[in-house]
């Protein structure tokens, strides 16, 4: 398998504890709420860089995490950095189950026990911008191997949490609501296919997903749903809110493809958030030589 640039050596310099990233204050701060001691989600968030990183610069913390969607906070960019901060994020499971020998409780806790490395992604918005995002996460595929999948598990189907309390955008019909998203179940078991649990060195900002969402680099935003509570595994092709609110703009497979055009308006560049010229869009999203042949035989165009 390719890797985008070259694979850097992994050294143990690598594997960059938390603390480096945060300055005295904050962790005098962050010691007196017992945060470091008493969370484990939050204490540890220790890990290596990965092979699989792009070559990009990143875009700052501030676009990361102030220009986002996040439609159960709101509809602009700026409406989930204002809304998100009351959720509740702990405690926090994933429910595994579906076409498994038996279904499985996840929580936050035993999530953040996998090997977490920091994996630098570009993500293509279908609106026409993109951002480059250190993520810290793990491959979906390693949650996936702690189940005992049935021969009927072909895809698989994500759930974000339903809680129109904290959720002010899921008081209007925007979307079908919990969000929902779905891929089949040799994507999901794709290396690049991650779920991340952090950002820049510390636990995701709750606008990027707090405290665990999917990152699918190679296919438009709108499939990496944010703060899943569900993983169910299916024998028939799942429901997604953008295909159920407009299924002409949005199928299922949703590959970045600068050839095919959105109904209204072209995928062939995007603006890179922080930059003044558009560049132009690639296959895949630059990820072509790892993922082209899942697709190998299929009609793009008719399966975007
Ligand atoms: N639950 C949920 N997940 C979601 C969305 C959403 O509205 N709700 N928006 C999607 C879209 S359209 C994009 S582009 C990315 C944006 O991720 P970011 O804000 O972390 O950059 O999240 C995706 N995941
Ligand atoms: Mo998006």
Not at 142 to 167: C, G, I
């Amino acid at each position: 398998m390719t890797l985008i640039g070259k694979p850097c050596d992994i050294s143990p310099s690598d594997i960059t504890p938390k603390q480096v990233y945060l300055d005295r204050r904050s962790l005098m701060l962050a010691g007196a709420l017992g945060l470091l001691l008493t969370n484990p989600a939050l204490a540890a968030l220790a890990f290596r860089k990965s092979p699989f990183s792009s070559r990009d610069k990143p875009n700052s913390l501030k676009d990361i995490s102030h220009y986002n969607n996040y439609y159960e906070f709101g509809s602009s960019k700026s409406d989930p950095a204002e809304q998100a901060g009351q959720l509740k994020t702990h405690p926090w499971n994933i429910v595994v189950d579906g076409a498994v020998e038996k279904s499985r409780s996840f929580s936050l806790e035993q999530l953040m026990q996998f090997p977490q490395e920091e994996r630098i992604y570009r993500l293509r918005c279908v609106e026409g911008w993109s951002m480059v995002i250190p993520w810290i996460g793990f491959p979906l595929a390693t949650l996936l191997k702690q189940m005992r999948l049935t021969s009927k598990a072909r895809y698989v189907a994500f759930e974000t949490l339903n809680r129109p309390s904290q959720m002010p955008g899921q008081a209007e019909g925007l979307l079908a609501w919990p969000y929902r998203e779905g891929l089949r179940i040799d994507e999901a078991m794709h290396p690049l296919t991650l779920l991340a649990v952090g950002l820049y060195g510390e636990v995701l900002p709750n606008q990027n997903g707090a405290p665990i969402r999917l990152v699918v680099p190679w296919k438009y935003g709108f499939k990496s749903i944010k703060s899943i509570v569900r993983i169910h595994l299916m024998e028939t092709q799942p429901q997604t809110s953008w295909n159920l609110a407009a299924p002409t703009e949005y199928g299922f497979y949703s590959n970045v493809n600068p050839a095919v055009e959105h109904p209204r308006w072209s995928q062939a560049n995007e603006r890179r958030i922080g930059e003044f010229l558009r560049r132009p869009t690639l296959p895949f999203n630059g990820y072509g030589s790892q993922v082209a042949q899942l697709y190998h035989g299929m009609d793009l165009r008719k399966n975007f």
